[in-house]
């Protein structure tokens, strides 16, 4: 793409660079902020009441519980520098205590999970501090995705964008790019997998915080400390969540709540709070690279089907995005 040169008078004239972001999840809001903080006008669209996407949180009586990601971990730079800010801030707190690994009837071992933090404020919140000084539009459904342009399912037009940026789990994404057929057609071969997540209480049990399952329907049991002792959030494996992918709430509530039972030895019956499903928890195949981008027409795909799993990968696929275009200036290189 040639842009032709102008002189600096002029360049202080041009109107400043603009992007549209569908989805406030990890890799849209990341990506979102750093457009924002490098002086782009930066508007973000989600479906849903409030940022966070697999971060978000669920309200309780007392405090608040993370029925997505339970943690976050860093393998490499620059997202352990990122982890320690956060941990600065008060947003995050190393994963302290050890991780009781079993079940009941059989034996229970101590697993210490390396460069694992815990949040200690509601992930939707530290989602929306990503966001920096994005404007952020909530139950905003798009329906498609055009060169330099967003239309929604009410009919509403925003255009006139220097990037669409797509951060959707890409099931999601593809219904979205029948006008752009390359990009579609690259998604074509990413496959999710889905994770049941429950919020319940119960007393009993072991003494642990994080308790991970020897068994093939339950994964994983964090104790959400900000509403008292008793109340949990449980993750099922992806065995339990393909095998009840389309059931009724109550049947796979029921189900887990069974599970869960046996697996600890309670002798009470356990209570559902809440229950959810992550239809599109974990890519189990994902694009490469950071970004799949349609220079010409000016759209990108980020996030974890095109980086792969992990909050880490999501948050790297949007910052490096924002990176490049930031670097480019008006010459994207998408």
């Keep these: 793409m040639h842009i032709p040169q102008v002189t600096t008078e002029v360049s202080k004239k041009m109107a400043r660079l603009r992007a549209g972001i569908v989805g406030a999840g990890i ?37 608040w519980a993370a029925l997505g990601t339970p943690f976050i971990s860093a393998k490499r730079e620059p997202f352990r520098s990122q982890l320690r800010d956060w941990v600065r ?20 071992s101590l697993v210490q999970l390396q460069n694992h933090y815990r949040l200690t404020s509601e992930p939707s919140q530290l989602v929306h501090q990503l966001l920096g000084d994005a404007k952020l539009h909530t139950q905003a459904r798009v329906a498609t ?43 074509d071969e990413v496959r999710y997998r889905p994770i049941w997540s429950f919020l319940m ?29 008793g109340l949990w959030v449980v993750h099922s494996s992806h065995e339990f969540a393909e095998t009840y992918l389309d059931v009724s709430i109550e049947e796979a509530s029921t189900r887990a709540a069974s599970a869960l039972m046996g697996l600890l030895g309670l002798p009470w019956p356990v209570e559902v709070e809440v229950s959810h499903l992550w239809r599109y928890a974990k890519p189990e ?50």
């Design 201 to 229: 209480r119960w007393e009993g049990g072991p003494a642990a915080d994080v308790i991970q399952f020897d068994d093939h329907l339950l994964n994983l049991a964090v104790r959400q400390t900000s509403d008292g002792p």
């Design 285 to 334: 195949t994902s694009i490469g690279g950071f970004w799949l981008g349609d220079r010409e027409n000016r759209v990108a795909l980020i996030g974890d089907g095109i980086a792969g799993a992990g909050v880490e990968r999501a948050w790297e696929s949007g910052v490096r995005l924002a990176q490049a275009l930031i670097q480019a200036r008006e010459e994207l290189v998408i």
């Design 89 to 108: 801030q008060g947003w995050l707190a190393p994963l302290r205590s050890e991780v009781l690994h079993g079940r009941a009837n059989q034996s229970w």
């Design 27 to 63: 890799a849209g809001a990341s990506c979102a902020g750093t457009l924002a903080t490098a002086g782009w006008d930066v508007e973000v669209f989600d479906k849903a009441q409030g940022a966070g996407g697999r971060m978000s949180t669920r309200r309780t009586e007392q405090g």
């Design 145 to 187: 995705l055009q060169p330099r342009t967003l239309i929604m399912e009410d009919g509403q037009v925003f255009g006139d964008y220097d990037c669409v940026i797509c951060s959707v789990p890409t099931p999601q994404a593809i219904p979205l790019l029948d006008a752009l057929p390359l990009l579609r057609e690259r998604l």
